[in-house]
């Protein structure tokens, strides 16, 4: 069983964090002379809910999870750090992550000064569970795991993640970035069975807000609470509050919008494999597929005297010759099949 406290480090348990003046008072009034604002240029004078209560109500019923076990980070960059700071000693305790995958994990484990250990996934970037536990040790606090993976695009096999999940006696964090594009339901169903396990997730794909950063965490409450305890007070400001909440209403037309990525991420494949120099196109469950070819210098160089930009993968792990490509519009996408045929 896990012992939480045991888990995270010493001075984090023991913090008192800051309290802000919003966090001292919760509900609405008429005067507010207690956080030392400019009262002269509303709306925006005010700081903004500390703990986004509005915003995690309506994401609480798209989601169906308890809103005690969701936490809003600036993109999902900033609760990966915050988990790392969280249950990580510098110097001292490390993570173990799967490669290849997100570089993130990896750079944020630099920048606290923890020991990343990277495991190989095996042929097609199949997940194995016991070569990733093999990996920890007793100072292993956190197991990173992506799903759909970057760069690979696959889901990992639910049956290698759970036994990870229930192997690993510290923390396991499951990014479900990509999770609206695969045709498996997310975990987030599963957290009251795995209090070690947290799952994040992003309004940056699938609703097509990268720009406004916002990123979700989703865990036991007990886990949240400490995320609250070490985040800046106000680190969602109000114009992102207000404007996902609106965003929220659409929720049919990003249903519609994966729809139409997918059925070009399928028209995109078939007309990719009519060219003669591409090699291989790797399955994929997110909104970008992994392609290789002879020369994935070469090629991404040609496209991009094009003007068409995509990303080369071929230093990665197992991405030799690889290039991802993200799934487009039917004109971008046309308009990469045409460069590619005229190389």
Known sequence: MMNLQQLVRKNIWNLKAYS???DEFKGEASVYLDANENPLNGPYNRYPDPL????????SEIKHVDIQ?????????EPIDIVIRIFCEPTVDNIVAIDPTYGMYKV????NNVKYRSVLLKDNFILDADAVLKATDDKSKIIFLCSPNNPSGNLLNKEEVLKIVQGFSGIVVLDEAYIDFAPEASWVSELDKYPNLIILQTFS????????RLGMAFASPEIISLF?????PYNINILTQNFVQSELDKIQLKEEWVKTLLAQRVYLVQELLKISFIEKIYPSDAN??????????????KLVN???????????????????????????????IGALKSI
């Not at 794909?205 to 406004?212: E, L, N, P, Y």
Request: proline share 1%; with cysteine.
């Open 20 to 22: 802000s003046a919003r």
């Open 52 to 59: 986004q209560w509005k915003l995690k109500e309506k994401v």
């Open 69 to 77: 076990k969701i936490f809003f980070g600036n993109g999902s960059d």
């Open 108 to 111: 944020c484990a630099d920048i």
């Open 205 to 212: 794909k699938a609703w097509g807000i990268a720009a406004v």
């Open 228 to 232: 609250n305890k070490v985040k800046y």
């Open 288 to 301: 970008f597929i992994l392609v290789k070819v002879p020369d994935a210098n070469d090629t991404y160089n």
């Open 306 to 336: 094009q003007g068409i930009i995509i990303r080369n993968r071929n230093t990665v792990s197992l991405c030799n010759g690889c290039l991802r490509v993200t799934i487009g519009t039917k004109e971008e996408n046309n308009k990469l």
